[in-house]
T-cell receptor, first 115, second 113 residues
């Protein structure tokens, strides 16, 4: 069965520190990859996504992610975090094509950014 | 437009009670989904629908039922609630475009005691 692993469950950073959150998936076929974010008290929203083409994708709020097919990875990065980035981050995968856009989610990483 | 809406926001049920979680979307999306989110577990797919009248099971369907009589609405029914169903429930929708992103509702926090 497909699965998504997020390596860090909790990350604590100071403002201006760099961020990298790991994500690996186990599916040998073609996939679409997503990072969703859930700010405190809010619903999930899309941060960025990869379908095809340039493996380095840029999302909202200065986030980017790199798809490395040989490593089955899609790590999320931000050069300098802000207090407002405090949130829970979820990596997700769906099969392409087909699969009805169903998502397999990782367990999530809680990020706390201290001023 | 409102996107994906869910009611209620919070609910406490006693063991054995039943209830329906409501979900509606106004984006004319064909695909709709129900997930549950447990601490440290991410989101798990309960049921999904690819159009009115068409539903199918996800990863964790036991104890739940769904129906899809219209494009807009996708209610989730809990029969005989159990403590294991204490969770946060999210509804989502997606267009029929392959690889389309999902749009999530605000969630329903359900406690079964």
């Amino acid at each position: 069965a497909q699965s998504v692993s997020q390596h860090n469950h909790h990350v604590i950073l100071s403002e201006a520190a760099s961020l990298e959150l790991g994500c690996n998936y186990s599916y040998g076929g073609t996939v679409n990859l997503f990072w969703y974010v859930q700010y405190p008290g809010q619903h999930l929203q899309l941060l960025l996504k990869y379908f095809s083409g340039d493996p380095l994708v840029k999302g909202i709020k200065g986030f980017e992610a790199e798809f490395i097919k040989s490593k089955f990875s899609f790590n999320l990065r931000k050069p300098s975090v802000q207090w407002s980035d405090t949130a829970e981050y979820f990596c997700a995968v769906n099969k392409a094509p087909g699969g009805y856009n169903k998502l397999i989610f990782g367990a999530g990483t809680r990020l706390a950014v201290h001023p | 437009n409102a996107g994906v809406t869910q009611t209620p926001k919070f609910r406490i049920l006693k063991i054995g009670q039943s209830m329906t979680l409501q979900c509606a979307q106004d984006m004319n999306h064909n695909y709709m989904y129900w997930y549950r989110q447990d601490p440290g577990m991410g989101l798990k797919l309960i049921y999904y629908s690819v159009g009115a009248g068409i539903t199918d099971k996800g990863e964790v369907p036991n104890g739940y039922n769904v129906s899809r009589s219209t494009t807009e609405d996708f209610p989730l029914r809990l029969e005989l609630a159990a403590p294991s169903q204490t969770s946060v429930y999210f509804c989502a929708s997606s267009s029929g475009v392959a690889g389309g992103e999902q749009y999530f509702g605000p969630g329903t926090r359900l406690t079964v005691t």
